[in-house]
């Protein structure tokens, strides 16, 4: 079996009272495309936040190549690739440009 890039158990975020990430466990392995669906509200976009090491968790194991997103946020992120819901391209910049940023 490959070794998890992304390894999530019982992954959790609240705010508050409020539970945004209700337990979710998922792995990602090499090679492998991996996209999370559902309603608005449903918390991907928090899932991501942890994933992406910007929000931390409330509760659960989470790591990313091996590492704790809480303690090595930017070199996590540094091997990251996120694709936007919405397009955010500056019109001012060019293709190039855009992508660099």
Request: glycine letters at 12%; zero cysteines.
């Amino acid at each position: 079996m490959s070794k998890s890039l992304i390894h999530a158990r019982g992954l959790t975020k609240k705010f508050g009272d409020f539970t945004a990430v209700n337990g979710i466990d998922f792995d990602v392995v090499k090679g492998e495309s991996f996209g999370l669906l559902g309603p608005n509200g449903a918390g991907k976009s928090t899932a991501m936040r942890m994933i992406g090491a910007t929000s931390q968790r409330t509760s659960g194991d989470l790591t990313i190549l091996d590492k704790d997103p809480e303690l090595f946020g930017p070199q996590i992120r540094a091997h990251l690739g996120v694709v936007p819901q919405q397009d955010n391209l500056d019109n001012h910049l060019s293709v190039t440009e855009n992508l660099y940023i």
